[in-house]
Nanobody, 116 residues
Framework: QVQLVESGGGLVQPGGSLRLSCAAS????????MGWYRQAPGKQRELVAR???????NYADSVKGRFTISRDNAKNTVYLQMNSLKPEDTAVYYC??????????WGQGTQVTVSS
């Protein structure tokens, strides 16, 4: 079993920045990929960014150039640095992990609100 603990959400003005963190813990597991999804009211959950164990990354087109995903393998922690935030980035952000056998785990979600 893998537990995910997220932090770093909140309220920020347009153009501002936030950094999300997600720490994974559990017994005898390793991670293939860590990432962030988001879900806005009335919309489907969508992939924001993902980083694989080898360092390859994927980003949604809407966040390219503004968001950066990074990972501390020693701490099993993934970060999402979000810059130049827009009101349309407002959503609940969920941490996601694929374990070494491609089982899927989700965090509880953290609210990000971009508003003046």
């Amino acid at each position: 079993q893998v537990q995910l603990v997220e932090s770093g959400g909140g309220l920020v003005q347009p153009g501002g920045s936030l950094r999300l963190s997600c720490a994974a813990s559990g017994s005898a597991f390793s991670i293939n990929a860590m990432g962030w999804y988001r879900q806005a009211p009335g919309k489907q959950r969508e992939l924001v960014a993902r980083i694989f164990s080898g360092g390859n990354t994927n980003y949604a087109d809407s966040v390219k150039g503004r968001f950066t995903i990074s990972r501390d393998n020693a701490k099993n922690t993934v970060y999402l640095q979000m810059n130049s935030l827009k009101p349309e980035d407002t959503a609940v952000y969920y941490c996601h992990v694929y374990s070494n056998n491609w089982l899927s785990y989700w965090g509880q979600g953290t609210q990000v609100t971009v508003s003046s």
